[in-house]
């Protein structure tokens, strides 16, 4: 599906664990890493490949939430609502963003630039308000901290 | 104080092999696998009093002492490492991974050798891309100075450390669940009996810690049980304790102190009060969302397992999120079942239906819809989840709820009678 280097990655991912199945969750991150998303095709793959019901595979990339059915866009922000970061602000923080990109939590925007998601919890409690965008977490936020950091992205 | 768990964050290349083992690092295993045999160190940790730091406070010799003292070839034993950190107002795992994962490591290889383990599995939530990250590179740094892997330090021991990610599942936290996923399925927890040393991960026998519990092995180890009985409150609240400060205090943060600190300690002089001085203060939840609420007159208590469960609520994984007289406590909660809501794993009715049961009930009483039978309704769906579900996640809906309900009742009340809130905002603001 991805080329020799992608399977062999596969392979060394499986090798590490008793039963091919539980390279799942691995695996799956694998894909999204390298499409930026799982779409049907990339799961019928891995079903094959782990010896897994297409199913199992569909029902495991719906039950976790960091997997991407549709792509996300290139910067995907992740503002966390959860109690510590409520306190701290964080919907005022959802409303700024809300208003900034012109999008909804949930949507991408028309140029596939942001796309914005409400989430729980990130363990970051302690330098709320906060964040994740792309890989990394945005911590102790303003929304004066916001602005500049949108602006200054490539 | 000393500080023992967090003594090397903040320094200078904390994260490498060179800095930990320049403080000491790797000692305790030295000194285990050369001269103690596995049921010596689990007698040691037994003897030191450590209780689980994940939430629930099981003595942790007690929990390596279930494992089969003889490994049947074809039943491995495995040693799983909970860093699935994901309980609201908790983010002490992930210090400890990103600033000192050798600490981490170590601690793992000490419970895998107590265990008879050959493969560490640490378990580390998906959010937390750059602490894998951190893990890995020292893991391979662990192997590639004979820690891990191969006969381990020349001792005859073989152990491998996996780092496995999660995908975004707070229920993945739950041990159980947590060896579902592992195993390739969604993370839906499992009935106990059999516990996980009887048949854990791939029916094998098993043990899961927490990140901060097994931290504490090296130190236990190295020094000796009788020292660390001397740190906290002996005999059953001992050692140092991460504590996780959130939410209206001035200086938010991780903060280590011998189990029992008080908390009005922690607030107003570690924490540097409140954040605002012209607020008072109003609630603390003590243990992370899943336990019950402190009401401010209540807050005359120390941090430790027992002395919170004598107040009716938990330690928890000590994260406490502060909350000042501006919040609406009705709003509080309604974001509190809402997080439950959508982590439940929606195998047990009472807690699928229940958690969202809550949620829509307090999320009409905070709109000013709510109708008088309304408090009674929440205290009834929230005794129907308790005790009826595999695991504790509807319970950890029910308690707070039940709490909030109980101990706020003249406000839940004032929503439904006055259609407004007595706050005068929508929720606590800073």
Redesign the interface.
């Known amino acids: 599906m991805l080329g020799p280097e992608f399977e062999k990655k596969i392979d060394a991912i499986v090798a590490k664990y008793p039963q091919p199945k539980a390279a799942l969750l691995p695996v799956l991150w694998e894909v999204q890493k390298a499409q930026g998303h799982i779409d049907f095709a990339s799961e019928q793959w891995v079903a094959k490949r782990l010896d897994v019901a297409p199913s199992h595979v569909h029902g495991c990339v719906t039950f976790y939430t960091m997997y991407k059915q549709k792509p996300s866009g290139t910067y995907h922000i992740q503002v966390c609502t959860t109690l510590s970061c409520m306190l701290r602000g964080s919907d005022e923080l959802m409303k700024h963003l809300e208003a900034k990109l012109r999008i909804r939590p949930g949507q991408t925007t028309p140029d596939g630039r942001f796309s914005l998601a409400r989430v729980e919890c990130l363990g970051s409690c302690g330098t709320a308000p906060m964040f994740q965008l792309n890989d990394d977490f945005q911590e102790d936020l303003t929304l004066e901290k916001v602005d500049r950091l949108l602006e200054s992205l490539p | 104080m000393e500080r023992i768990l967090t003594r090397n964050v903040g320094k200078e290349g904390s994260r490498t092999l060179a800095v930990y083992e320049a403080g000491g690092g790797y000692q305790a295993l030295r000194k285990a696998l050369s001269s103690m045999t596995p049921d010596a160190v689990t007698e040691e940790v037994k003897k030191s009093g450590l209780r689980g730091r994940g939430g629930a406070g099981f003595p942790t010799g007690l929990k390596w002492s279930f494992m089969p003292k003889e490994v049947d070839p074809k039943r491995?034993h495995y040693f799983l490492i909970n860093a699935d950190?994901?309980?609201?107002?908790?983010?002490k795992?992930?210090l400890l991974m990103e600033e000192d994962p050798h600490l981490v490591l170590e601690g793992s290889l000490l419970g895998g050798y107590a265990i008879r383990a050959s493969v560490v599995y640490i378990y580390i939530?998906?959010?937390?891309?750059?602490g894998a990250e951190i893990l890995e590179r020292a893991i391979a740094e662990a192997y590639a100075k004979g820690y891990a892997g191969r006969n381990i330090l020349g001792s005859g021991w073989s152990c491998?450390v996996?780092v496995?990610?999660?995908?975004?599942?707070?229920i993945c936290g739950e041990e159980t669940a947590l060896m579902s996923?592992?195993?390739?399925?969604?993370?839906y927890p499992r009935l106990k009996p059999p516990f996980p040393a009887a048949s854990g991960v791939?029916g094998c026998p098993t043990t899961i810690n927490n990140v901060e519990t097994v931290a504490n092995a090296p130190f236990i180890l190295e020094r000796g049980a009788d020292w660390y009985l001397t740190v906290g409150k002996a005999p059953k609240n001992t050692g140092p304790k991460l504590y996780?400060?959130?939410?209206?205090v001035k200086r938010?943060?991780?903060y280590e102190a011998p189990m029992g600190l008080p908390l009005h300690e922690l607030i107003y002089e570690l924490g540097g009060g409140m954040l605002r001085d012209d607020r008072a203060l109003k609630a603390v939840?003590p243990g992370g969302?899943s336990v019950p609420v402190l009401r401010a007159d209540e807050c005359e208590v120390d941090l430790d397992f027992d002395s919170l469960a004598a107040k009716g609520t938990m330690l928890g994984s000590a994260?406490l999120?502060v909350?000042d007289e501006s919040?609406c406590m009705v709003?509080?909660m309604a974001?509190?079942a809402h997080?439950y809501h959508?982590?439940s794993?929606g195998q047990c009715t009472p807690c699928r239906e229940g958690c969202g049961w809550l949620e829509r009930v307090l999320a009409r009483i905070e709109d000013g819809r709510g109708v008088p039978q309304d408090l009674d309704l929440l205290l009834s769906v929230s005794n129907n989840i308790i005790g009826n579900t595999i695991c504790a996640l509807g319970d950890a809906a029910a308690m707070p709820a039940i709490s909030f309900v109980t101990k706020f009742r003249d406000e839940f009340q004032y929503h439904i009678d006055h259609k407004s809130c007595p706050t005068g905002t929508?929720?606590?603001?800073?």
């Not at chain 2, 950190?85 to 983010?91: A, C, D, I, K, L």
């Open positions: 491995p950190e994901s309980e609201p107002g908790t983010f795992d992930r939530r998906g959010e937390f891309v750059r491998e996996v496995h990610r999660g995908a975004g599942a707070y996923s592992l195993e390739g399925n969604r993370g791939w996780c400060l959130s939410g209206h938010p943060g991780v939840i969302s994260g999120m909350m919040v709003a509080a974001r509190i997080f959508h982590e794993c929508l929720a606590g603001r800073a």
